[in-house]
């Protein structure tokens, strides 16, 4: 089973930009779909993006895409999300998610979640 461990976290302002690093250990890392999920304060845990094993694949929230970029470095067992343009309902803890099966949409997809980051963006 694959073990999470997420980075990047802060504070920023609203259109300011943030790197979240998600580091991975296992055998198994690269042929483990991947993804991002965050949760606000008093709301469900919410999908944001997923990545194929090989990083042909990827999927995002509507809310995000266009300014959320995700991608993976199976080499360094890495998994990061690049987020620009925030805004303040960014605000949440993001959390990296392995994936077993199933619909990537879905918390019930993941077999492995990190402890997550907090992400505060500030108008």
């Known amino acids: 089973q694959v073990q999470l461990a997420e980075s990047g976290g802060g504070l920023v302002q609203a259109g300011d930009s943030l790197r979240l690093f998600c580091a991975a250990s296992?055998?198994?890392?690269?042929?483990?779909?991947m993804g991002w999920f965050r949760q606000a304060p008093g709301k469900e845990r919410e999908f944001v993006s997923a990545?194929?094993?090989?990083?042909?694949?990827?999927y995002y929230a509507d809310s995000v895409k266009g300014r959320f970029t995700i991608s993976r470095d199976n080499a360094k067992n890495t998994v990061y999300l690049q987020m620009n343009s925030l805004k303040p309902e960014d605000t949440a803890v993001y959390y990296c998610a392995a994936y077993g099966s199933g619909d990537y949409l879905l918390t019930q997809s993941v077999t492995s979640w990190g402890q997550g980051t907090q992400v505060t963006v500030s108008s």
């Open positions: 990545i194929s094993e090989s990083g042909g694949g990827t």
């Open positions: 296992g055998r198994t890392f690269r042929r483990t779909p």
